[in-house]
């Protein structure tokens, strides 16, 4: 995700918290740049490094084989263990319509 769509996307952490989500991001770069995001930009979320791809690879937002790199998101829902994994490049823009599929899970 960009830096604009994480800032969009922490107007929504609330929202998505009182729902009983947990939010964070995650990302191939450094721990310390994420430190200088989220502290730079006020996330109230904390960001996740995956350097090595594995989580990204396992949950179908990293494609080794086309060397991409694929924004998305992916919510668990803590009472039913229900997933919902979604390749979105509008993430953070398109917030009120990810908040209606997280009230549907």
């Not at 996307?9 to 991001?25: I, R, T």
């Not at 989580?55 to 924004?71: K, P, S, T």
């Amino acid at each position: 995700m960009c830096i604009s769509q994480l800032v969009e996307l922490n107007a929504y952490v609330d929202d998505m918290e009182e729902m009983g989500y947990n939010v964070y991001g995650i990302s191939p770069s450094d721990p310390g740049s994420h430190e200088v995001l989220v502290e730079g930009q006020g996330l109230q979320f904390d960001v996740l490094t995956d350097v090595d791809g594995n989580v990204g690879q396992e949950l179908g937002f990293i494609d080794l084989d086309a060397q991409q790199i694929f924004r998305g998101y992916t919510a668990v829902n803590a009472e039913t263990g229900e997933m919902i994994t979604e390749v979105d490049y509008l993430v953070g823009e398109n917030s009120d319509e990810i908040l209606e599929k997280l009230e549907d899970l």
